[in-house]
Nanobody
Framework: VQLQACGGGLVQTGGSLRLSCKVS??????????MGWFRQTPGKEREFVAA????????RYRDSVKGRFTISRDNAKSTVYLQMNSLNPEDTAIYYC?????????????????WGQGTLVTVSS
């Protein structure tokens, strides 16, 4: 199973980035998985950012990114996206995508079955 995240980089405060996560090798169809994004900074616990159900109709976000981030997915392309706008230095982290074999969106990372390698997002002030 591979979840390859990309799209991270260095951006100034107020800027935008779009993360992508290409998924391959899942035991079931991609539509059988909730897809999520998490992030982590050194010395801090991993935190939930956003998740999307199989169809894309249901999404969930952590409060601090609501209205700024948008998660979406394209099951035909086996890819999940995270559009990040109005970035600020508090968004600086390594961002990970993850797959959860369920139809219910969950925010606990321990619930997710598969993880990608992460992509670094750095927001300068």
């Amino acid at each position: 199973v591979q979840l390859q995240a990309c799209g991270g980089g260095l951006v100034q405060t107020g800027g935008s980035l779009r993360l992508s996560c290409k998924v391959s090798g899942l035991p079931l169809r991609m539509r059988d998985y909730v897809m999520g994004w998490f992030r982590q900074t050194p010395g801090k616990e991993r935190e939930f950012v956003a998740a999307v159900n199989w169809s894309g109709a249901n999404t969930r976000y952590r409060d601090s990114v609501k209205g700024r981030f948008t998660i979406s997915r394209d099951n035909a392309k086996s890819t999940v996206y995270l559009q990040m706008n109005s970035l600020n230095p508090e968004d600086t982290a390594i961002y990970y995508c993850a797959a959860d074999r369920t139809q219910i969106i969950q925010t606990a990372g321990a619930r997710y079955n598969y993880w990608g390698q992460g992509t670094l997002v750095t927001v300068s002030s």
